[in-house]
């Protein structure tokens, strides 16, 4: 994705590495959109808490992250012994692959590195497997990403207003998006549409991420409170949905997203409008067999109980010199608690298709093309 930051325009990746710190290297997405700044995570727990802290998300470049945070903690095991070191990456993939569950990109990422690894027989082969695969794994996102976008690309016409719900853009992945990849490609196409960006409460990812990545590339777009939906539905101002997702079950083509998807499913049937659910390859789970199986991320009730936002920001996203920066304001009544499922679970007889790097499919058509698609 192309970034104009003070009058610049420079090419990013969400997720990089720096071989000579050992680091990870990642965009801020918290401070977003009034900030772009890229912090480097120095070390395979200052990598899992990036995650979890949603430093970084979305499926694939918390995928991303997690294979370069293996291969960095791989990395700093000092000494020969092998036994010594498995045991040592069996302890980096167990705290990154609890950074968040219900996620399964980083689980699949992960297992790829760590299978690359195995055909080396030192230490030191291991580590240069496991960083190299790390690279491979993100290059991969980027060409599924890709290829979402070419065969998602005939579904958005001139004219159009497509919802989307939550961040499925380049910020969710290495590089170009899922949910976003076929606006984008539409857009290098020629085709003029409009976007309605769900503000995604309670940690407002369309409203800061999808809206600013949107406004980055010079699509038309809005945001919109996440009950606005079906009122534009109902008047026949949405022509289609595209959203992510989280885990795909490649077994009944159940859809985790975050947490208000299943609500734009309903609504979308209600209103015989299609939903599509895109993904790479990376975010479909072969094992798991109902979707009340999935693991659902609970986070913390402060999100729902107040919101956080930048502070002395102009219209213009210009940050005013007293500002003290990224702050948080309670909402709630102060006695009150609350509930925040951070996931919901989309049933694939509500799901149109689903945009795969491999081209559109019927949710129940994954299981009979597993092989194909890497199950």
């Known amino acids: 994705m192309n970034v104009t930051v003070h009058g610049r325009t420079r090419h990013f990746r969400t997720v990089t590495f720096d071989v000579a710190a050992n680091a990870v290297l990642l965009i801020e997405q ?3 959109p009034h900030e772009f700044r890229i912090v480097p995570a120095r070390d395979f727990r200052q990598t899992a808490r990036a995650i979890k802290d949603m430093i970084v998300r979305g499926a694939g470049a918390i995928g991303a992250t997690a294979a370069y945070g293996l291969a960095q903690g791989a990395r ?3 000494g020969r012994d092998l036994a010594k070191f498995l045991a040592h990456v069996e302890t980096v993939y167990a705290t990154l692959k609890a950074a968040r569950p219900t996620a399964v990109d980083p689980v699949n990422a992960m297992n790829f590195v760590r299978a690359a690894m195995r055909a080396g027989e030192t230490v030191e082969e291991q580590q240069a497997l496991a960083l190299a695969t790390a690279e491979e794994f993100a290059n991969e996102d980027v060409r599924h990403c890709e290829a979402i976008g070419q065969h998602g690309a005939k579904l958005i016409r001139s004219g ?3 919802l989307t719900h939550c961040n499925a853009g380049w910020l969710a992945f290495v590089d170009i998006g899922s949910a976003t990849a076929p606006m984008y490609a539409a857009q290098a196409q020629g085709r003029k549409f409009h976007v309605f960006c769900d503000e995604t409460r309670p940690r407002s990812q369309g409203a800061t991420l999808t809206a600013w990545e949107l ?5 038309s777009h809005q945001v919109i409170a996440d009950n ?5 539905m109902q008047r026949g101002k949405i022509d289609l949905v595209i959203v992510g997702s989280d885990r795909t079950l490649g077994r009944t083509g159940e859809v985790a997203n975050k947490i208000g998807t299943y609500t734009k499913a309903v609504l979308a049937a209600r209103h015989g409008i299609p939903f599509y659910v895109a993904i790479p390859l990376s975010t479909i789970d072969w094992q798991i067999k109902s979707g009340f199986d999935i693991p659902i991320e609970e986070r913390d009730e402060s999100e729902v109980l107040g919101a956080w936002g930048m502070a002395g920001v102009a219209k213009s996203g210009a940050r005013a010199s007293r500002s003290p920066g990224r702050v948080y304001a309670r909402v709630a009544n102060p006695t009150s608690g609350a509930l925040n499922p951070g996931f919901d679970v989309t049933p ?3 799901i149109t298709g689903i945009i795969t790097p491999a081209g559109i499919l019927k949710p129940r058509e994954l299981w009979g093309r597993r092989r194909e698609l890497g199950g």
Not at 215 to 219: E, M, S, V
Not at 228 to 232: F, I, K, N, T
């Open 215 to 219: 406004a980055q590339q010079k699509i």
């Open 228 to 232: 606005a939906a079906g009122h534009l």
């Open 30 to 32: 918290r401070l977003l």
């Open 348 to 350: 694939a007889e509500l």
């Open 76 to 78: 700093a095991f000092r």
């Open 160 to 162: 159009m207003n497509v």
